[in-house]
């Protein structure tokens, strides 16, 4: 995005668990901050370091799987923090079995980073969270201490589950230097459908006929408005429909079904396909029902390259909020009468404001798209994007987090006691406060979870 610089002297690469135990003993003897780093692919500046001294700690070399076991049914993979997820998934290929997290950034973001940021993706709705799916997490606690919590085990009620604390910690709790995770079968058949909507009120009875009629199989319910299917075509992330097809749509909605049986499962979506069309007042103008592989990436590329699109297209202010599916417009619409107000709307200032995400989940990104980082634009949406989010009691962070960006608003989402409790939490595991300074809390006076950290000295790191 290029919207996060950080500066450190050192950026320190272990191999194994006890080097990460090692470097953060000696940093919590020397209160040297540390910024945990995984495939850097994060959206809100979390693994960028803040100017306090910070070094930062990648995971990049420690992306080994431990173990995998095929044959005993429990199907769970235990592998390094560093993994790239993108790796993991053509690990199990073979194997028959899948991760069950997914989303754009699958070549460089990491299994650790994952998990430190509870990223969710397209595959929420059919396997729900990391809090789920994670049966156990090897953690470098902030005084070195290692935290062996790397159960397989499906059931485990005895106490406190640790590991919960870590999963969308944005690295402010400790290290995650292994994890174990559920690994679902591979569907035996998958199929996709780009469906062009006349507006954006045929979504929501859309979502119903969808679960109703496809029910076990639907496995992905994507949002894509006009905007953000334009900056992708334009881009060329992936292939949409032809632009006739694509024609009057004012926003389109991508499909996926995964199932044990292709003919089966093509039929279901293609019947769904064909009632919808034949309706005396469609819910939508056309679809384009995915041929082969071929066509069922290019579907998928279309939606997963909005992010890089947006990215090519000019600087973004990235939303990633939680508000009830019936409000994902009024929000956009909002935004931009926010902005056209405040003179801004153009190609001088912001050029798009585009809202895509997975309505499954109750997720919209909302991404304004500007020329320029400016202040101006920033006093424009901020609290104003967060204040809204308030108003339909949603989140301010649905999957990507809090970081730097989102810390000082963490109160629109969270009540003070809340806030209370998780300043506790910090403190007692993180008591110097070395552990990626200035992220997910906000700054509190006289703020016992970052005291004085010892400056390190600067150079530019990416
Ligand atoms: C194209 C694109 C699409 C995306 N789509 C999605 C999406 O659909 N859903 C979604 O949720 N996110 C999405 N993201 C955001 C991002 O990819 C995720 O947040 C991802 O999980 C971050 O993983 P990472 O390894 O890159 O972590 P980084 O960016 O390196 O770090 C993210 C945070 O986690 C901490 N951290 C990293 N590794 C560790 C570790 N081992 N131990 C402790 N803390 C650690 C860092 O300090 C930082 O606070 C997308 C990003 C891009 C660029």
């Not at 070094?55 to 070399?61: A, R």
């Not at 389109?252 to 009632?275: A, Q």
């Not at 417009?329 to 709307?345: C, F, H, S």
């Amino acid at each position: 995005m290029g919207k996060y610089h950080g500066t450190s002297s050192t950026v320190l690469r272990p191999r194994t668990t006890k080097e990460v135990s090692e470097i953060v003993k000696y940093c919590n003897e020397k209160r040297i901050g540390i910024v945990p780093q995984g495939g850097n692919t994060g959206l809100v500046g979390g693994s960028v370091p803040t100017g306090r001294g910070e070094l930062v700690v990648s995971l990049g070399s420690m992306n080994k799987v431990r173990h995998f076991d095929p044959v005993s049914g429990m199907c769970t993979l235990v592998a390094d923090a560093g993994c790239v997820l993108q790796s993991l998934t053509d690990y199990l290929a073979p194997h028959n079995h899948i991760m069950p997290v997914e989303f754009g950034a699958k070549g460089s973001c990491m299994i650790g980073g994952n998990c430190a940021t509870n990223a969710g993706g397209v595959r929420l709705l059919r396997y729900g969270s990391l809090h789920g799916t994670v049966l156990g997490l090897e953690v470098v606690l902030p005084d070195g201490t290692i935290l062996d919590q790397l159960t397989t085990l499906r059931k485990d009620n005895t106490g406190y589950d640790l590991k919960q604390l870590f999963i969308g910690s944005e690295g402010t709790l400790g290290i995650i230097t292994g994890v174990s995770i559920l690994t679902p079968p591979a569907p035996q058949a998958s199929s996709n459908a780009l469906l062009a909507l006349p507006s954006f009120d045929s979504v929501l009875p859309l979502f119903k006929r969808a679960k109703r009629e496809l029910s076990e199989i639907l496995s992905a319910f994507e949002f894509i408005d006009r905007g953000a299917y334009d900056l992708s075509v334009r881009h060329g992330q992936g292939r949409g429909m032809s632009p006739e097809e694509a024609g009057g749509a004012e926003c389109f909605v991508l499909i996926e079904t995964s199932g044990g049986r292709r003919e089966h499962d093509e039929e279901k979506l293609s019947d769904l396909l064909e009632h919808l069309l034949s309706e005396d007042k469609p819910l939508i103008n056309t679809g384009v029902l995915s041929q082969d592989a071929t066509q069922f990436s290019n579907i998928w590329s279309l939606r997963e390259g909005i992010t890089e699109a947006v990215s090519k297209e000019g600087k973004a202010y990235k939303y990633d909020i939680s508000i009830p599916l019936s409000a994902f417009k009024e929000v956009v619409d909002a935004t931009k009468d926010r902005l056209r107000e405040k003179g801004l709307l153009g190609p001088h200032a912001v050029k798009e404001v585009v809202g895509y995400g997975h309505i499954g989940d109750g997720n919209l990104h909302l991404n304004v798209v500007a020329a320029a980082y400016t202040s101006e634009i920033e006093a424009a949406l901020e609290p104003f994007v967060y204040e809204l989010v308030g108003k339909y009691k949603g989140s301010i962070s649905a999957e990507h987090g809090l970081g730097v960006m989102k810390a000082h608003a963490l109160h629109y989402s969270k009540n003070g006691i809340s806030i209370e409790w998780m300043r506790r939490i910090k403190d007692l595991f993180d008591p110097n406060g070395i552990m990626n300074p200035g992220k997910v809390l906000p700054p509190a006076s006289g703020a016992s979870h970052e005291p004085s950290l010892k400056n390190t000295g600067s150079g530019r790191v990416a």
